[in-house]
């Protein structure tokens, strides 16, 4: 059975600290990793993964792949109170239309 | 770019009623659009796929009949909660993506409150 697990469940930091986010996944015919923040709402887009080894940057926040051992990180340097939030993987198989959600770790910067 | 608007963001009703939930892609067209159910602390569940012009297609476990998915257009895709209950509470996302090896961009979201 496909899935994604993420770790921690949570976790709480200090601002400055820096945080790294697992995602393992188990997902026939992988396509893409896909990592997002959801605060109060919705999710929105940090990162797509597809290729390994290939670090994607947004500011403070990072992300790299490694499919041959199936995971991922996300980074998130000098955290800021504004970084808390619950951070999703998700993974997207080739075939059918599926998006395999992990539970999420939920992060708490305190000042 | 790839903004999804989703309509209602908050819905209080009574039990019975029906609640019709819109979603659109504002700057694309989304062949394929996504519905979700969260529950508190919670990951989210896929409930169905809708794509345009053909019927969506449902997960398990999610009653057809009671989750009405039309696809009109390229960019609205609505569901509707038909005879709502209490345990219908929840919190509904869509989301939609530009089609290919594109991500899927969500909808703020629509917090459904049956009383």
């Known amino acids: 059975e496909d899935k994604v697990v993420q770790s921690p469940l949570s976790l709480v930091v200090h601002e400055g600290d820096t945080v790294t986010l697992n995602c393992s996944y188990e997902?026939?015919?992988?396509?893409?990793l896909l990592w997002y923040k959801q605060e109060k709402k919705a999710p929105t887009f940090l990162f797509m993964l597809?290729?390994?080894?290939i670090e994607k940057k947004s500011g403070r926040l990072s992300s790299i792949l490694d499919k041959k051992e199936l995971f991922s990180i996300l980074n998130i340097t000098a955290t800021q109170t504004g970084d808390s939030a619950v951070y999703l993987c998700?993974?997207?198989?080739?075939?059918?239309?599926?998006?395999?959600f992990g539970t999420g770790t939920s992060l708490t910067v305190i000042p | 770019g790839a903004v999804v608007s989703q309509h209602p963001s908050w819905v209080i009703c009574k039990s019975g009623t029906s609640v019709k939930i819109e979603c659109r892609s504002l700057d694309f067209q989304a062949t394929t659009m996504f519905w979700y159910r969260q529950f508190p602390k919670q990951s989210l569940m896929l409930m169905a796929t809708s794509n345009e012009g053909s019927k969506a297609t449902y997960e398990q476990g999610v009653e057809k009949d009671k989750f009405l998915i039309n696809h009109a257009s390229l960019t609205l895709s609505t569901l509707t909660v038909t005879s709502a209950h209490p345990e219908d509470s929840s919190f509904y996302i869509c989301?939609?993506?530009?089609?290919?090896?594109?991500?899927?961009?969500f909808g703020d979201g629509t917090r459904l409150s049956i009383l």
């Open positions: 998700a993974v997207e198989p080739y075939t059918g239309n599926q998006f395999y």
């Open positions: 997902v026939t015919n992988f396509r893409s």
């Open positions: 989301s939609a993506a530009r089609g290919g090896n594109q991500p899927q961009h």
């Open positions: 597809t290729s390994s080894g």
